[in-house]
Antibody, heavy 117, light 108 residues
Framework: QVQLQESGPGLVKPSETLSLTCTVSGGSVYSYYWSWIRQPPGRGLEWIGYVFYSGSTTYNPSLKSRVTISVDTSKNQFSLKLTSVTAADTAVYYC???????????WGQGTLVTVSS | EIVLTQSPGTLSLSPGDRATLSCRASQSVNSSNLVWYQHKPGQAPRLLIYGSFSRAAGIPDRFSGSGSGTDFTLTISRLEPEDFAVYYCQQFGGSPYTFGQGTRLDIK
């Protein structure tokens, strides 16, 4: 059974960079796409972007200028960096495996990141 | 951007009832690109339906999906206590991928 676990700081200061890592267990990052999704408090889900195991990426245009998603096949992990954060970036961040064009089939439980000084 | 509008926002029903959840798209979505998830507090979202009507592995047959074009429906034929949760539709047909705002299914 594939499992995903998000990790990273729960508090980030405004204007700084949010960094999260998703560790994949029970399966390999090879041959799959991996994605980040977030949910601000009281709001709906927002797709952030995805990375293929080869390193190629696609991002939500609304976040593209601030987002980098990367993969580390040696550690079976992938990561999210979001620069110049504001309070609007406060959200629960989920990582998920993406079957391209079809669905997100495995998700992490999510991690709350709060942007505050 | 394709906007997905789910209705109702909240649905209050009893175990054993039939639930009908709607997802309307702002433009036509290929049926193969419409998905439904179940989400309970503190848990990972769970894939229920993909390709508009195909059940994911391990999903009971009381869950069914239908629809095409701009109108899609998730039906739960007989509600079990564990079905009370938030349900989201999502489309992969156009970038950015978007989700509906969710329907909360509450116990009446």
């Amino acid at each position: 059974q594939v499992q995903l676990q998000e990790s990273g700081p729960g508090l980030v200061k405004p204007s700084e960079t949010l960094s999260l890592t998703c560790t994949v267990s029970g399966g390999s990052v090879y041959s799959y796409y991996w994605s980040w999704i977030r949910q601000p408090p009281g709001r709906g889900l927002e797709w952030i972007g995805y990375v293929f195991y080869s390193g190629s990426t696609t991002y939500n245009p609304s976040l593209k200028s601030r987002v980098t998603i990367s993969v580390d096949t040696s550690k079976n992990q992938f990561s999210l960096k979001l620069t110049s954060v504001t309070a609007a970036d406060t959200a629960v961040y989920y990582c998920a495996r993406y079957l391209h064009g079809w669905f997100f089939d495995y998700w992490g439980q999510g991690t709350l990141v709060t942007v505050s000084s | 951007e394709i906007v997905l509008t789910q209705s109702p926002g909240t649905l209050s029903l009893s175990p054993g009832d039939r639930a009908t959840l709607s997802c309307r798209a702002s433009q036509s979505v290929n049926s193969s690109n419409l998905v439904w998830y179940q989400h309970k507090p503190g848990q990972a979202p769970r894939l229920l339906i993909y390709g508009s009507f195909s059940r994911a592995a391990g999903i009971p047959d009381r869950f069914s999906g239908s629809g095409s074009g701009t109108d899609f429906t998730l039906t739960i034929s007989r509600l079990e206590p564990e079905d009370f949760a938030v349900y989201y539709c999502q489309q992969f047909g156009g970038s950015p991928y978007t989700f509906g705002q969710g329907t909360r299914l509450d116990i009446k």
